[in-house]
């Protein structure tokens, strides 16, 4: 697995881009936020140590639902599209129907709060 260390304040991605990576945070903070119509944000949360984010565009093949930056600086473990294919195929056929349904929900409750 890669690592990356990125600085404070970097866009690591933008809603509607094609997403290829997944994250998880070895250290530092991250903001998923949206933008909105009249050009505020609105933060859906902060990621720390531990957490993953960007995995739903490799669940469903769908374009990013939400922006991220980095809140401090960060180092990040990068986990490519085919990786994270290889693990996912390997889950019992329920659990990843689970997991396409739940990322359903959330990008279509993300739709309806804005």
């Known amino acids: ?58 669940i469903d093949d769908q374009p990013r639902m939400a922006n991220a930056r980095t809140v401090e600086a960060c180092t990040l473990v990068v986990i490519n599209r085919m990786m994270f294919e290889e693990r996912l195929h390997k889950l019992d056929p329920f659990i990843r129907g689970l997991l396409n349904m739940l990322v359903r929900n959330l990008r279509d409750m993300s739709k309806q709060d804005i």
């Open 1 to 58: 697995m890669d690592r990356k260390v990125v600085a404070s304040e970097t866009i690591l991605f933008r809603e509607g881009q094609d997403g290829d990576f997944a994250y998880l945070v070895q250290s530092g903070v991250v903001e998923i936020y949206k933008g909105l119509a009249d050009g505020s944000e609105r933060r859906l949360g902060l990621i720390t140590e531990g957490g993953i984010f960007g995995e739903m565009a490799l």
